[in-house]
């Protein structure tokens, strides 16, 4: 593959990575004071109208204002992925990472026999890099993908960030609003591939499909609760009735449909977060896999079931307190594995969460850094390879706090021989990253 440019800046400290506080709802802490600001002000004078109207809202359906409602939304207006912006993500820091997905998308494709055509649908694909450094790939393996049809689909809500997408991936020759499809914008890559872009996971085609979610889950909307010593209680946010512009959590002051719904009978902790929407969408995905092959792979912070309060807000690299200037901040949690895996149903097979670190040295991130490092000759692109590679895998920053976790076939898993003759010797190929890599 091509030498490594000198092309994305580093930044220092890894900044969405921190697990910060959150707010802690047993201590409910206050929101603070609005500065002023027009986008901030509007979506807050838009909740504060409603939060005194109807009551307070679920945690969910706050997340879900601040990040896409659609005038004053964090990612309908901001989204601001990148050094210059809110957080940085592992595409944003070096194509590297990019490049092993890319290959395991095609290692994948190798082991289930090559398939005519295939789909790549990214959930979330912020500034579109992802994808862009995938398709190198491909462009690169062209003579192995050649007989193979291959076309891109892009889960997007946030204009602003599909209109960056578009520009990466197509140089920003796109149609709007084209009439023949479900899609709400569609394009050619510059390597020549089909792209289109839709609002919801619904709106793919069927077919064979590899998808991808890199920091998606963790944007989705979640469902907070708290153990009191009266029950489970969901956490709720209200408008301080002693404070003007003032947001504040509160508690239900009974249970509510979502404890009744969210909360098993055996959990042990005393807070926990849900993502029903997560649920959904992987309940989707699982359904889209069994019926028409393929695979899903999830990369994002996140935990088995274990933690408790990751809610959190990201704003110039820096903690943000989630209920100040709504729309102006990332909000984000950890994603539950454990719940994803329970919503696949048992549709497909799971493997992981795997540490990000493990899985990148699987794919071969060494041999691929040894690669770079003797291809480039100056030392600033020595320096930028390495600290690219010591964000991606050292444990104390992204190396064991991301995860990958991935869903397949269950025939995947499974020789097809082994049903009717348990001692064939020939073994099923491994699942790259979460084994050996071989490309065969
Ligand atoms: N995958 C990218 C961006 C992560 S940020 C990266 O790693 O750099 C989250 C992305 O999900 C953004 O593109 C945001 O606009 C998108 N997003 C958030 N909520 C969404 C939803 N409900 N449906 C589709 N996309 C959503």
Redesign the pocket.
């Given at each position: 593959m091509a030498a490594l440019p000198a092309r994305r800046a580093l930044l220092a400290a890894a900044r969405r990575l921190r697990p910060g506080p959150g707010s802690l709802p047993g201590s409910l802490p206050a929101g603070r004071r609005l500065r002023s600001g027009s986008g901030a002000e509007a979506l807050l004078r838009h909740l504060g109208r409603k939060l005194r109207a109807t009551g307070p809202v679920t945690v969910a359906e706050y997340m879900r204002e601040a990040?896409?409602n659609p005038g004053q939304g964090y990612?309908t207006r901001r989204?601001g992925?990148g050094e210059s912006g809110d957080f940085i993500?592992?595409?944003?820091i070096s194509q590297v990472f990019g490049e092993l997905i890319g290959i395991w998308y095609i290692s994948e494709w190798i082991a289930t026999g090559k398939p005519k055509a295939f789909q790549l649908v990214?959930?979330?694909?912020?500034?579109g890099?992802?994808t862009d450094d995938i398709l190198r790939v491909f462009n690169q393996l062209s003579s192995l993908l050649s007989k193979c049809d291959v076309s891109i689909h892009l889960?997007?809500?946030?204009p602003k960030?599909s209109e960056i997408q578009a520009l990466t991936l197509t140089g920003g020759k796109v149609q709007s609003n084209p009439e023949d499809e479900s899609a709400y914008m569609k394009g050619v890559s510059k390597t020549g591939i089909p792209i289109f872009w839709y609002?919801?996971i619904q709106d793919v085609p069927p077919g064979y499909s590899f998808h991808l979610?890199?920091?998606?889950f963790d944007?989705?909307p979640i469902h907070k609760f708290q153990k009191t010593e009266r029950g489970w209680r969901e956490v709720l946010v209200d408008i301080d009735p002693e404070v003007p512009d003032q947001l504040r959590f509160v508690l239900s002051p009974s249970s509510t449909p979502a404890t009744e719904n969210f909360i098993q009978p055996e959990e042990t902790r005393d807070h926990v977060e849900v993502c029903p929407?997560a649920g959904v969408i992987i309940q989707r995905l699982a359904c889209r896999i069994e019926k028409d092959g393929g695979a899903a792979l999830v990369a994002d912070y996140g935990h088995d079931g274990t933690k408790t309060d990751t809610f959190r807000g990201f704003r110039n690299h820096k903690l943000h307190d989630v209920l100040k200037a709504p729309g102006t901040a990332?909000l984000t949690a950890d994603v539950d594995f454990s719940y994803l895996r329970k919503m696949t149903q048992g549709r497909t097979a799971t493997l992981g969460p795997i540490k990000q670190r493990e899985f990148l040295k699987n794919m071969g991130i060494d041999l691929r850094l040894q690669v770079l490092l003797q291809n480039s000759g100056d030392a600033a692109t020595h320096e930028q390879l390495l600290h690219s590679y010591d964000m991606l895998m050292n444990p104390e920053k992204m190396g064991d706090c991301f995860n990958f976790f991935a869903l397949l076939p269950h025939h995947r898993l499974v020789h097809p021989d082994k049903k009717q003759k348990p001692e064939s010797k020939s073994p099923i190929p491994p699942v790259a990253g979460f084994g050996e890599l071989l490309l065969k």
């Open positions: 990040l896409t990612y989204g992925i993500t592992s595409p944003e990214e959930l979330g694909p912020g500034r890099t992802l889960v997007e809500v946030s960030l609002r919801d979610a890199h920091e998606f944007a989705l929407e990332d």
